[in-house]
């Protein structure tokens, strides 16, 4: 998430990480936090300042926050990138249908979802999932969204990683990956069995 707010020179970038929880958003823009404090390279090159609170960077206008799931506190956004953690966890759509909205004026807003899949609820990881495999196999051409996923099942009654999907996975992370990144993530996807 530092990469968007430093290198992608968004103008007003707001980048989000979000949970249900405060704590759980926290994880991940803390990972961030931690990492602009422990590299004066980063502060100087692009101007990043560290808050409690938030990251910031003056020459564009943008901050990189944390954002719990309150979705009816959530008015006045306009994310450029946002990190939605644990989203099966979410109960509910409503955090994603607020961040959706308020992404609208963005040109081609990122979306990144993580999930341990311990459970599922009736929120809107089912439809995420859905979609993003069937752009994986083919079936839906998604000409403006990138989805790398790889989905492993670890029931006993589901199949392993399917090596179709994941070697699709790494051919859409050959969009964005350099050549020796893609193949170390190849190798880690096809190998996780």
């Excluded at 994310?79 to 607020?98: G, M, R």
Aim: include cysteine; charge should be negative; proline fraction near 5%.
């Amino acid at each position: 998430m530092n990469y968007c707010l430093c290198v992608e020179n968004e103008p007003g970038a707001q980048v989000i990480s979000a949970a249900t929880t405060y704590d759980q958003a926290a994880i991940i823009w803390n990972i961030s936090k931690r990492q602009v404090d422990q590299t004066p390279d980063i502060k100087e090159a692009f101007g990043v300042e560290t808050w409690a609170k938030a990251i910031s960077r003056r020459e564009i206008g943008g901050n990189y926050k944390p954002l719990h799931a309150k979705a009816s506190t959530q008015d006045g956004l306009n994310p450029s990138h946002i990190a939605l953690d644990e989203i099966h966890a979410h109960k509910t759509p409503d955090l994603v249908n607020v961040l959706r909205s308020a992404a609208g004026a963005r040109g081609n807003p990122l979306w990144l979802y993580t999930t341990t899949e311990g459970y599922e609820n009736p929120g809107p990881w089912r439809e995420q999932r859905h979609f993003a495999e069937q752009v994986l196999k083919g079936v839906v051409d998604a000409d403006r969204a990138v989805h790398v996923a790889a989905v492993r099942h670890v029931e006993k009654d589901h199949d392993r990683l399917d090596a179709m999907l994941a070697r699709r996975a790494v051919e859409f992370a050959g969009l964005m990956l350099e050549p020796s990144v893609k193949a170390l993530f190849a190798e880690k996807s096809l190998g996780a069995r």
